[in-house]
């Protein structure tokens, strides 16, 4: 119960709607006698049943129950008549007011209808986590256990099976040796016996058994042994490769718990719906980027880029410096336009005054762009003979990190010269359409490889992934564009399907950009149309 905010003891009856305080009935009669025609009193369930505008900064005495949208301020009465707002529109604050307690109301039954529930299955879901991660860490440990003990059974019994085949080799070894002993031990005495013989013949007289000798010196010289064929094994050690240890091994990774999964599923239309339609007269429409909520920038096989307001109505037409068309757009940070051009090997930066200059590269072509959340620029480029491929971060457009290869130092995405676009989540992760490669390249903001997304088994798509525009929403969502299947891709921030978007008559997508109430912009290549599409809920 509210207490009266006079004596603070009694229990409040009523409530002044001008002065805003709660009042018991003896007090009322103290509050107003000082200015009685001002007081508005009601009773305590009625109070804020009047307005509380806020005062005008130039007449003090009045209440501003306008807003000037020309001025984006508060107005009164007096301020209406002034010069300084002579031809402005002005908006009715009681208006204003009632349509945003309409929202608020909307948005406090959303919340506790859809949003808190969702919420609270999640809590659930992570209490449920906590109180069994001992056991499933525990769990997984005594997995890697057996799976050791596993591998220590067969490596034993591979070196058992080898020391067995040694010891019979030994042994078969050292038959051989005393059987070729034996026989030359025999062979010897046989000789000693020859040369017993010869010494005979030599004090012998005898002419018919000298005359009968015949050498033997070329039987005996023949030593025939069968250990020359036998020699004692070598071990060549094989060199332990362990990328293949670790796929015998087994790895750790990380699964999503299914109702977050769920939750990002149920967060998106069922059908997505296609809000507006931007004709741009591109020649091959490649690249979509916001400007803001209200405008777009353009860019196709021509030099000319172009911007849209939403509606379609071209606003700005800038040419490259080379003549040739742009390899890709992004607005910057401060609201310029920034793009690539691969011939130049340049970027160049366009603000309402000039085109500059702010990187060149040797070597090297850029080709797609993407501003960071902190402000940086990623930069996909391949090599000039097109046999290298990378990720170059610049801040204040200069070079600071080269995202190339992963841990065992092998390119992570394909080495050419094809399109790659590349985009930053709202994790921070950094997202690589790779079209040669058919996948999409997933790295932290360090460059560590986190997952390769390749739609291994498109549900319903016959045609192989070939992605091409890359963006992120805020969820963390991944949307990609899939031209060989006309659709586009869904997934989570860790590579989990979500959906498609297939239904709004796509039929070449390409290049992609989501505003911040996360439509989707999506280039038609062949058509030269900007669809705006309403994919979540």
Not at 425 to 443: E, F, K, L, P, S
Not at 474 to 486: F, H, K, P, Q, T
Not at 508 to 533: M, S
Request: glycine share 4%; with cysteine; aromatic share 8%.
């Amino acid at each position: 119960m509210a207490r009266c905010d006079l004596c603070k003891t009694a229990i409040a009856q009523s409530y002044c709607d001008f002065c805003h305080v709660n009042l018991c009935k003896p007090c009322i009669g103290e509050h107003i006698s000082a200015d009685y025609g001002k007081h508005i009193i009601v009773s305590i369930n009625q109070r804020k049943s009047t307005l509380i505008y806020p005062k005008c900064e130039t007449h003090q005495d009045e209440d501003c129950k306008y807003q000037c949208k020309d001025c984006d301020t508060y107005v009164c009465y007096p301020c209406l008549a002034s010069r300084r707002h002579v031809g402005h529109e002005f908006l009715n604050l009681d208006d204003i007011f009632k349509a945003k307690k309409k929202n608020a109301r909307k948005d406090s039954e959303k919340l506790e209808k859809d949003i808190v529930p969702k919420f609270n299955v999640i809590a659930l879901d992570l209490e449920w986590q906590l109180e069994n991660l001992d056991k499933n860490y525990e769990s997984v440990t005594k997995e890697m256990s057996e799976q050791r003990i596993k591998i220590y059974e067969e490596v034993d019994i591979v070196f058992n099976e080898m020391e067995t085949e040694i010891s019979e080799r030994k042994t078969k070894h050292r038959s051989t040796l005393k059987k070729d002993l034996d026989k030359l031990k025999n062979k010897q005495s046989l000789i000693q016996q020859y040369v017993v013989s010869l010494d005979d013949i030599e004090d012998s007289n005898d002419v018919i058994s000298t005359t009968q000798y015949v050498s033997k010196n070329a039987e005996y010289s023949r030593i025939e042994l069968d250990v020359k064929n036998i020699t004692v094994p070598t071990f060549r050690p094989g060199k332990i490769d362990r990328l293949m240890l670790q796929q015998s091994f087994g790895k750790i990774t990380s699964t999503q718990s299914n109702s977050e999964i769920e939750l990002h599923k149920e967060s998106l239309l069922d059908e997505p719906e296609m809000v507006s339609k931007v004709q741009t007269r591109h020649l091959k429409l490649r690249n979509v980027a916001c400007l803001d909520d209200e405008k777009i920038w353009t860019s196709g096989e021509t030099a000319h880029i172009k911007c849209f307001t939403i509606q379609g109505i071209l606003q700005k037409t800038i040419k490259t410096k080379s003549g040739d068309r742009p390899s890709a757009i992004v607005a910057d940070a401060d609201g310029s336009l920034l793009y690539s051009d691969l011939e130049m090997r340049t970027v160049h930066k366009v603000n309402s005054k000039q085109t500059i200059e702010v990187i060149k590269l040797m070597g090297w072509m850029p080709v797609s762009l993407c501003v960071t959340s902190n402000g940086d620029l990623l930069v996909t480029m391949y090599s000039d003979d097109e046999t290298q491929c990378k990720v170059e971060r610049f801040s204040s457009f200069t070079a600071k990190q080269t995202i190339q290869f992963d841990e065992e130092g092998q390119s992570l995405f394909s080495e050419n010269g094809k399109i790659k676009y590349i985009n930053e989540n709202r994790n921070q992760d950094i997202c690589v359409a790779d079209c040669d490669a058919g996948a999409v390249v997933v790295v932290n903001q360090a460059g560590k490889l986190r997952f390769r997304y390749s739609a291994d088994q498109p549900q319903g798509k016959s045609k192989p992934f070939r992605p091409r525009g890359i963006t992120s929403d805020s969820l963390s969502r991944i949307l990609i564009a899939d031209g060989n299947n006309r659709c586009i891709h869904i997934i989570d921030e860790n590579g989990h399907f979500l959906g498609y978007i297939d239904n709004c008559n796509i039929q070449d997508p390409y290049g992609l950009c989501i505003d911040r109430n996360d439509n989707l912009f999506v280039c038609d290549y062949a058509k030269g149309n900007v669809k705006k599409i309403r994919y979540a809920k």
